[in-house]
């Protein structure tokens, strides 16, 4: 069975602080992908990273990093320098090879303050 | 930019009425998804469709139906509608293929039934 697990459901920093995120899960799967969403307050998901399991580069986009380590089966996502308007809900999720489904956490609200 | 615009933000409904949810996305996205998202569970799949007229059952199908006549256009329909209904509903959609495309969502309805 494929299964997500964002064991941190809030977190609190103050602005500035760095802060990551974590993402664990399961699947037998040999090619998979794997997403990071953000949802602020207005809703809407919006994509930020795709990661296929033969990648285990990590990735850096401006205060944004993703960590990637399929031997913990971890996909951990780090804000630097984090600010107000990164305060939303994030969203790891899987998908295998052969489906249409994501498989999503349960999501980890980030609260940063100011 | 690719657009999913679903047709109310905010639904308030009686227990037994038949509900329509309506997402239309403007790319010639072949894929289209409902989930519904709910606190402490993150997003689940109800339904999906991979071209027109096609559908296939989610994770949590029970109690709702789907419509896709047109490419663009994939709806949601609660036959009768119940309390435990209550939610955020999320309209997505993707490229053709598989889970290789990144979903882009809708802003989501939230639908309180009375």
């Known amino acids: 069975a494929q299964k997500v697990t964002q064991a941190q459901t809030e977190i609190s920093v103050v602005e500035k602080e760095d802060v990551t995120l974590d993402c664990v899960y399961e699947?037998?799967?040999?090619?998979?992908?794997l997403f990071w969403y953000k949802q602020p307050p207005s809703g809407e998901l919006v994509f930020l990273i795709r990661?296929?399991?033969?990648?285990?580069q990590n990735e850096i986009s401006g205060r944004y990093s993703w960590n990637f380590q399929k031997s913990t089966s971890s996909f951990n996502f780090t804000i630097t320098a984090s600010q107000v308007v990164d305060s939303a809900v994030y969203f790891c999720a899987l998908a295998g090879s052969g489906t249409y489904k994501y498989i999503f956490g349960t999501g980890t609200r980030l609260k940063v303050l100011a | 930019d690719v657009k999913v615009t679903q047709s109310s933000r905010y639904l308030v409904k009686r227990t037994g009425e038949k509900v329509f949810l309506e997402c239309v996305q403007d790319m010639d996205h072949e894929n289209m998804f409902w989930y519904r998202q709910d606190p402490g569970l993150g997003l689940r799949l109800i339904y999906f469709s991979y071209d027109v007229k096609m559908k296939e059952k989610g994770d949590i199908p029970e109690g709702y139906s789907v419509s896709r006549e047109k490419k663009e256009r994939f709806s949601l329909i609660l036959e009768s509608a119940s309390t435990n209904q209550t939610s955020m509903y999320l309209c997505a959609s993707s490229l053709p293929g598989l889970a290789l495309s990144e979903q882009f969502f809708g802003p989501g309805t939230r639908l309180t039934v009375l």
């Open positions: 990661r296929n399991s033969f990648d285990e």
């Open positions: 699947t037998r799967d040999t090619t998979y992908y």
